[in-house]
């Protein structure tokens, strides 16, 4: 399915207006609308969403559980759901089926387990990736890590070495676009060489299906995992497509009612697929909601592409003019709306919270669930890695490292990043200010 039938040609509506985008905070005594840039974190639901689920919540009942008329709705739009998501990222109903567990941690693991990995298999994965997409496999398999360079990136030639290494993989898990710098890798000569070697190819798309069309026939992804709350629908429930063979046998991740077709005590005859990975009553109204999203993306088309593409050089232009601010990861090429840095003698803590308290805007500090990544953008030696650990260990968590992240959206205005250029000038000069009166006062005490 080519990814320009699925989004249109860009003459279409945008994404309908976020709930909440005309927040009002108090900020030093005066109301100001809040300024969300924590979009790689959560999005608020489109009015379009919200709109859908206020529509269906009069016929919501339990899904394949009555043969009243609301349940026999509410379970033709529960599988009506299964195949929207399936196309939207590109795949065959005949051939992939859609899940919906809450979240995609909950998704990776989820496959993870499916996929019976012993000790003995390898999984290859990278240093880019968010927690979700290495701690799974690091509990049921041996993982092999694709390093990053200096700028936070690597290259096909790296994934290819570590698919050719010894012992064969069976996994190769990867992201499609980093939580921390919005790099995205060539998703589509990295499965190329992974199908080649008939190895799995495993996509982690939390951060790229809300900004990218992804058509995961055309790619050749096998499972891809992504996120509602991050696409405008937080109501609890996201999308795991996966090839429908993978889940033809076997035990499901979570057993109980709904997932078998007999039980007595000394067995049980499994449902099958998608049954057999859907125990107890879902959430049908996150998937209601997750559908409408998906929709409103299709709708949006080209739009948001091109509006996303100002909003990256708008954060290059306005970040480039704060002083002592630093970069970490690639700030040239194909990018999301989405940037980390740090600050010249600022703690990153301190950043987000003066950037809140002063200014009225929302975005992240840490270290964003991708701790071994964080580390290489910091140039961290084994031994402070093991410093990071220990004091983490023993809950030091002003010693621990981390950076500002600011992430947007579709729907993220331009003048949001200006504005946040804005603030960060203005504390950064308010800090200098502050060393100097500090080093005044130092100096005149020692005369």
Request: charged share 20%.
């Amino acid at each position: 399915m080519a990814m320009t039938s699925l989004f249109g040609t860009g003459d279409l509506a945008q994404l309908d207006p976020l709930i909440g985008a005309d927040l009002r905070i108090s900020v030093g005594g005066e109301q100001r609308r809040y300024i969300d840039l924590d979009a790689a974190a959560t999005t608020s639901a489109s009015a379009g969403v919200a709109r859908a689920v206020q529509e269906f919540l009069p016929w919501y009942s339990s899904v394949h559980r009555g043969a009243g008329a609301k349940s026999q709705y509410t379970s033709a739009r529960y599988e009506q759901a299964r195949e929207t998501l399936t196309r939207f990222v590109g795949a065959d109903p005949a051939t992939h089926v859609a899940l919906f567990p809450r979240n995609t941690t909950e998704g990776l693991n989820q496959i993870a387990f499916r996929l019976g990995l012993t000790r003995d298999d390898v999984v290859v994965t990278t240093a880019v990736e968010h927690h979700a997409n290495l701690l799974p496999w690091q509990r049921h398999a041996q993982v092999r890590v694709v390093d990053v360079d200096r700028s936070g990136t690597y290259d096909v030639a790296a994934v290819v070495a570590a698919l050719d290494a010894r012992p064969t993989p069976r996994v190769l898990a990867v992201s499609g676009a980093s939580n921390v710098t919005g790099w995205m890798p060539d998703l589509a000569a990295i499965a190329a060489a992974a199908r080649d070697r008939g190895v799995l190819v495993v996509v982690d798309g939390a951060q790229l299906v809300p900004h990218r069309p992804v058509d995961m026939a055309a790619l050749g992804i096998d499972v891809l995992a992504w996120s509602g709350h991050k696409m405008f629908a937080p109501f609890g429930a996201s999308g795991l497509v996966v090839d429908r063979r993978l889940l033809a046998d076997g035990e499901p991740f979570l057993v109980g009612g709904g997932a078998v077709k007999a039980v007595s005590h000394g067995e049980v005859i499994w449902a099958d697929t998608p049954d057999r990975d859907d125990a107890g009553t879902p959430n049908v109204v996150g998937v209601v909601a997750l559908a409408a999203a998906a929709a409103e993306l299709l709708a949006a088309g080209a739009r948001n592409r091109i509006h996303e593409d100002l909003l990256v050089r708008a954060l290059d232009d306005e970040l480039a003019t704060v002083p002592g601010l630093r970069r970490l990861g690639p700030t040239s090429g194909d990018r999301l709306p989405v940037a980390a840095f740090v600050i010249d003698g600022m703690p990153h803590g301190e950043v987000a919270d003066r950037l809140s308290r002063e200014h009225g805007i929302g975005v992240r500090s840490g270290c964003f669930c991708a701790h071994p990544y964080l580390s290489r953008l910091f140039g961290l030696t084994p031994s402070e890695v093991q410093q990071f650990h220990d004091d983490a260990r023993v809950n030091r968590a002003d010693r621990l490292p981390g950076a500002v992240r600011v992430s947007c959206s579709s729907a993220t205005p331009l003048a949001d990043v200006a504005a946040l250029g804005e603030a960060l000038r203005a504390i950064t000069a308010s800090s200098r200010g502050e060393v100097r009166t500090r080093t005044a006062v130092t100096v005149g005490q020692e005369r």
